[in-house]
């Protein structure tokens, strides 16, 4: 069998290049940007006009966005209300989940001296768009009301 048709591509086992703190710079400054966002947006709250822009094509069209209701989400979050956060953006609470589980392995990757290799198939990036265009439509639905932000 070569590299080639094995269903998942090997990822070479290499000795650490440079200390520990050299291989999770790149992964703290990441967390420290997005904590940063979060802990802005957690100050800034977005229920209150003029703090934020409204989004442009819910402006336009009035139809909501994947990411409309993210913000809000997000203050929810920060501030301990995960059901004010699933209410506000149920996709937007999973997406903040599935960076604090990618951020996590590439964190132990990096204390191992291992390199993170993130490979989707196109059928994974299929089914994520799917998601999305699933998501969008179902929440501007009149029977998909509890997904308003």
Sequence with gaps: ??????PFPLVART???????RRLA?????????AGAFVYVGAVDPNEPGHYPVCPLYRIT???????GGLRSAHAFVHGDLLTALRDNALGVAA??????LWTVWVVHAVRGRPVRLDPRPAHLWALGALLLVFTAVRNL???GWLHP
Excluded: D, I, K, T
């Design 15 to 21: 000795a650490p290049a440079g200390p520990v703190w």
């Design 96 to 101: 903040y989940l599935g960076f604090a589980v």
């Design 142 to 144: 009149p029977s998909g």
């Design 1 to 6: 069998m070569n590299a080639e048709s094995r």
């Design 62 to 68: 009035g139809l909501y966005c994947p990411g409309c």
């Design 26 to 34: 790149v992964p703290a400054g990441l967390l420290a940007a997005v």
